[in-house]
C-alpha cells in the first residue's frame, strides 16, 4: 500500500485545523477545488493520514497518502 510514497512539500498545521495541499495534486489527481471530496483514515501504526479521493460519478476511491 505505501511502496512508492511520492515527497510533495512540507505544510504547518493551521490553527484552524487547516491542511494546505500542494497545488501540484489539482493536476496529478484531476481534482478541482471546491468539489473534489476526500474520505479520511489515520493508519495508527504508521502515524500516518490517508487521504482516499471520492469520485461520486462511479462510488469509487483513490488513495492519497499524507
Request: aromatic share 10%.
Amino acid at each position: 500500500m505505501y511502496k512508492e510514497l511520492i515527497y510533495l512539500d512540507t505544510y504547518v498545521l493551521q490553527k484552524d485545523m487547516r491542511i494546505r495541499l500542494p497545488k501540484s495534486i489539482l493536476t496529478n489527481l484531476n481534482l478541482e477545488k471546491g468539489i473534489s471530496k476526500f474520505d479520511i483514515y489515520f493508519d495508527r501504526e504508521k502515524r500516518t493520514l490517508v487521504l482516499k479521493v471520492v469520485d461520486d460519478e462511479n462510488n469509487n476511491q483513490r488513495e492519497v497518502i499524507l
